[in-house]
């Protein structure tokens, strides 16, 4: 496993490999109990042997999860939360017995706050013949070690403005006399 990261430790282009994982009977069958998906592609290999695939196929989301769990250590970061997917994309089935990884890398960084950053990470979900199985973008809130500074207050371009309200802004207008 890699050393915990902050938002600060982060920045575009840094790039990981999870190690793998396989794919077991047990897992589709225990994610079809857990979602209540017993789709025949996944749990009836009489049935998805008429199928395309020929035998049965894991579900995508047991995919997109196992991923969530393999890139949260490698890199491991102190997560806030998962924000969003973009693009996500289930380019080919997941069979039983195939050893998956992610392979993630950094896209971009960007201050949230004084406490956090919004991470876009490139995912890709790869089988044991390195096809891409699943992939996009996944948008995470990750926290900072330390509090990062205030923005500072944007400034009025005063060439767009009248004068006198120029000059109100600045603090340099006259008083009205009494």
Excluded at 119 to 145: C, D, F, P, S, Y
Aim: aromatic share 8%; proline share 5%; hydrophobic share 40%.
């Amino acid at each position: 496993m890699c050393e915990l990261m902050f938002f600060e430790d982060l920045q575009p282009g840094m790039e990981w490999k999870s190690p793998g994982r396989t794919i077991t009977e047990a897992d589709v069958v225990s994610f079809a109990g857990l979602t209540g998906d017993y789709n025949q592609i996944h749990v009836d290999h009489e049935f998805a042997g008429t199928t395309p695939y020929g035998k049965p196929i894991a579900h995508g989301l047991l995919g997109l999860s196992y991923l969530a769990g393999l890139c949260s250590h490698y890199p491991s970061v102190r997560t806030i939360a998962l924000v969003r997917l973009l693009d996500w994309r289930f380019e080919r089935p997941i069979f039983i017995g195939d050893t998956i990884h992610v392979l993630s890398e950094i896209e971009s960084c960007s201050p949230k706050g004084r406490k956090s950053g919004e991470v876009v990470w490139h995912r890709q979900l790869l089988n044991q013949r390195g096809e891409i199985v699943q992939a996009g973008r996944m948008v995470t809130l990750v926290a900072a070690r330390e509090f990062m500074p205030r923005k500072s207050r944007a400034r009025i371009d005063t060439g767009t403005i009248d004068d006198s309200v120029s000059e109100k802004l600045n603090g340099t207008a006259a008083l009205p006399s009494r």
